[in-house]
């Protein structure tokens, strides 16, 4: 069937990087974008980026312009999502998500890695 | 930036019938999705392009779009309802995603 698996928990110090896997099956991994949307604690989500494993061409918001890394691995159907100079707000679940390929909606989503930011 | 706006709560009693709006300026030209999420899980698509349901989702779940607003609405509530909700939109003008802050769904 169709998942996307994501990598563990993460802890990591203020101003050091993650970097969070997310492994496809079950569908031709090139021919879906991949997008990135992280939920703090208590808080909505919050739509970080995407990346056409295809190209590897990636767009991200503004906010996180300069932080985030958004790559690929097309020969193990991996997308990667990382983030620089971590900060505490930075805490929250990070997940991964398939985008559609007629609407631009997200059908498939990861289970999503937890990172936690604290000295 | 663009902006959905959701209310933070609805409530609605067991059998009855749950609304909720998602507002945003010019939404009339855009496509609206909808994602339930339940503690501790991932969100899941519930509606999208204002009204269409994925493979597999009840149509107790339908969606409308009318001018400035766009309506998830849930029929027979019951208690495996509860959740969150959130919609979304695709902003053309930078190629964004956008979420709305999300509704807590409540069955009294």
């Known amino acids: 069937q169709v998942q996307l698996v994501q990598s563990g928990a993460e802890v990591k110090k203020p101003g050091a990087s993650v970097k969070v896997s997310c492994k496809a099956s079950g569908y031709t991994f090139i021919n879906y974008y991949i997008h990135w949307v992280r939920q703090a604690p208590g808080q909505g989500l919050e739509w970080m980026g995407w990346i056409n494993p295809r190209s590897g061409g990636a767009n991200s918001a503004q906010r996180f312009q300069g932080r985030v890394t958004l790559t690929r691995d097309t020969s193990i159907n991996t997308a990667y999502m990382e983030l620089n100079r971590l900060r505490s707000d930075d805490t929250a679940v990070y997940f991964c998500?398939?985008?559609?390929?007629?609407?631009?909606?997200?059908?498939?989503w990861g289970q999503g890695t937890t990172v936690t930011v604290s000295s | 930036s663009y902006v959905l706006a959701q209310p933070p709560s609805v409530s609605v009693a067991p059998g009855q019938t749950a609304k909720i709006t998602c507002g945003g300026n010019n939404i009339e030209s855009k496509s609206v999705h909808w994602y339930q999420q339940k503690p501790g899980q991932a969100p899941m698509l519930v509606i999208y392009d204002d009204r269409d349901r994925p493979s597999g989702i009840p149509d107790q779940f339908s969606g409308s779009h009318s001018g400035n607003t766009a309506t998830l609405t849930i029929s027979r509530v019951e208690g495996g309802d509860e959740a969150d909700y959130y919609c979304?939109?695709?902003?053309?003008?930078?190629?964004?995603?956008?979420f709305g802050g999300g509704t807590k769904l409540t069955v009294l």
């Open positions: 998500a398939r985008r559609a390929d007629w609407y631009y909606g997200l059908d498939v």
């Open positions: 979304q939109v695709w902003d053309s003008s930078g190629d964004l995603w956008v």
